[in-house]
């Protein structure tokens, strides 16, 4: 199982913080070090210092590490324009030396987009967006020469297609794409013809298996091998040597032990191994670890000690 570490800097994080994270990721061999990609807070909490942005952050951390693979979960369609936002992530990977996954979906926090003047089409137009988004984009990476694009809602005439990411890896031959969601036929076959890997966030067990399940019967349909596809899940991480200390990392993020334990990968390092096994089983490669509190290095550094090893 891949150990990926993912944040939410949104809730309140400097770039500093996220540096200092994602070097010490890095340091203790997790596989990748992702973060959302969203510019206003959710819940009770402050916010401050305010939001950064994801693919800024993430060319400075390309500059900041060396190894650590980085990427979005997930980029907002809704938030950029295709083209410039092909050229952002394809600058970003040749940072990284093809470091980036690339992340996108199709946007969901409409108040997110009030507070920034952002438009927030219905939901049906934002898929139709995403679909248009993950065509052109992957479009343009792979383009031997220039690249033409007429679409309903984004329309491209004699582009140079450049820059060129580093990596070529990707089942469309660019940088490895994510896809996630809980969606029952969209999000297959979205993730069928475009991806590489899919996610499904917060989710349990039962639920993680059964979309599975769907994505893969859509892999099948679109006629790509089974093994073409790795499938992830995210879950909320809160991980201590006893109880006093999985309370006080519970109460750093505003939630409750017991309830994390259900919903998350929460409890002693032996209780979280054994979580990890059973996404495992239900067809998981991949683990997105979603750690709230970025000033916890310790965190970390238990998950790296006594989780890591064992899965």
Known sequence: MELRIFTEPQQGATYDDLVRLAQEAERLGFAAFFRSDHYLKMGDVTGQPGPSDAWITLAGLARETTTIRLGTLVTSATFRHPG??????????????????????????????????????????????????????????AAEGNYDFAGRHYQLTDSPALPKPVQRSGHRGTIPVLVGGHGKKRTPALAAAYADEFNVPFADLEATRTQFGRVAAAVADAGRSAESMTYSAAQVLCVGTDEAEIERRAAAIGRDKDE????????????????????ESAGAARLYLQVLDLSDLDHLRLVAADVMPAV
């Open 84 to 141: 410039p936002l092909a050229v952002s992530v394809a600058g970003v990977d040749q940072m990284s030396g093809g470091r980036v996954d690339f992340g996108l979906g199709a946007g969901w926090f409409e108040q997110e987009h009030q507070a920034y003047g952002l438009p927030f089409p219905a939901t049906g137009e934002r898929f139709d967006r995403l679909e248009e988004q993950l065509e052109l984009i992957t479009g343009l990476w």
């Open 260 to 279: 994390l334990r259900e919903n998350g990968l929460a409890g002693t390092p032996d209780e979280v191994i054994a979580k990890i096994k059973a996404f």
